[in-house]
């Protein structure tokens, strides 16, 4: 059974840095095509995809927030953790972790699927 | 940019009917591929669909998915009181995309 949960501080001040841990089981991202994505959602807005981490250590971020994101992981902990500088109240939100799966399709195109999310953690700012 | 818009934006119907909701790419991508998710207020998304068409493990064949680049749909045959909810698309074409989501409330 694939699980995630997501962990961090619920209020921060603007200016700061909000640190977010995924900590996860019943998958191992060191496996090929195992990625870990984060996504956040403002009070009644839609999903926004924040960014991913790949079983290669590969990264990709929203372009928009490209500068303020940083996504690492720790595969002996089973943990990914997102980093946000400089939040300020527009990034209020619940943000989810999620499993994201890539799989090959046909020819050279690939499905790009979230089949596991955490609950969330809510922050405001 | 790579957006994706969805329609309508809420959809009024009634226990047994079918929706049909829509997800258009602004960009046609050959063979790009497009999930669905399900979300209840106060839960996270729930995967419905992926690779346009495959039902999730465990999603009743009510839910259908169909559609090649643009245009995606989510079908939902006989409408159960638990499918009144928020519906997201996703693709990836420069970069994972969210629709910004259908409303189906009960009529």
């Known amino acids: 059974q694939v699980t995630l949960r997501e962990s961090g501080p619920a209020l921060m001040e603007p200016t700061q840095t909000l640190t977010l841990t995924c900590t996860f089981s019943g998958f191992s991202l060191t496996t090929g095509g195992m990625c870990v994505s984060w996504i956040r959602q403002p009070p009644g807005k839609a999903l926004e995809w924040l960014g991913r981490i790949d079983w290669d250590d590969a990264k990709y971020y929203n372009t928009s927030l490209k500068t303020r994101l940083t996504i690492s992981k720790d595969t002996s902990k089973n943990q990914v953790v997102l980093t946000m500088t400089n939040v300020d109240p527009d990034d209020t939100a619940t943000y989810f972790c999620?499993?994201?799966?890539?799989?090959?399709?046909?020819?050279?195109?690939?499905?790009?699927?979230?089949?596991?999310w955490g609950k969330g953690a809510t922050v405001t700012v | 940019e790579f957006v994706l818009t969805q329609s309508p934006g809420t959809l009024s119907l009634s226990p047994g009917d079918t929706a049909t909701l829509s997800c258009r790419a602004s960009?046609?991508?050959?063979?790009?591929?497009s999930a669905w998710y399900q979300q209840k207020y106060g839960q996270a998304p729930r995967l419905l669909i992926y690779?346009?068409?495959t039902r999730a493990t465990g999603i009743p064949d009510r839910f259908s998915g169909s559609g090649s680049g643009p245009d995606f749909t989510l079908t939902i045959s006989r409408l159960e009181p638990e499918d009144f909810a928020v519906y997201y698309c996703?693709?990836?074409?420069?970069?994972?995309?969210f629709g910004q989501g259908t409303k189906l409330e009960i009529k």
């Open positions: 960009q046609s991508i050959t063979k790009n591929y």
């Open positions: 999620a499993r994201l799966l890539v799989v090959p399709g046909d020819g050279a195109y690939y499905n790009y699927y979230m089949d596991a």
């Open positions: 996703q693709q990836y074409g420069n970069s994972l995309t």
């Open positions: 690779a346009t068409s």
